[in-house]
């Protein structure tokens, strides 16, 4: 890394801890990388994470992923409250809507949906006016 430039940071704002390795690579490789300027150190760090994609943290570089019904999430607990950035979300099974971070998990006819499924937007209108036909809900 040449001097001067700032250290990479990682998602809380703390410098990502960096060594030198030594790869092994075809002489002619090294030289089409020399001809086209390009940076071996982020081309390797780019393949790694592609090849490895939903394994490493791109942004802390933690090896704690965890799969859920939802995506893959960072849960590393290399600090207080951990990294917890989504890597990638799923698309719901039954409405295919895209979850996001706020999104939940919602039971649609014994099946997972999220709470963007109509069938669920649907049941929760019944609900409501069940709860306004016992006087459950509160006046608007
Ligand atoms: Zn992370
Ligand atoms: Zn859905």
Known sequence: MPAGRPPELDS??????????????????????????????ELFRTAALQYHNLQICPYCYSHEIKENDKGWRCISDDYERGCEKWLKFK??????????????????????????????????????????????????
Do not use: M, W
């Open 91 to 140: 698309h719901c099974k039954l409405c295919n809507a895209v979850h996001t971070p706020t999104s939940g998990l919602a039971s649609v006819n014994n099946k997972v949906g999220c709470d963007l499924c109509p069938e669920y937007l649907q049941q929760k209108e019944d609900n409501r006016k069940i709860n306004v036909v016992f006087g459950n809900e509160q006046q608007r």
């Open 12 to 41: 809380n704002g703390k410098p990502i801890p960096k060594c030198l390795v030594n790869v092994t690579i075809p002489t002619k490789l090294r030289d089409f990388l020399a001809q086209h300027n390009v940076n071996r150190s």
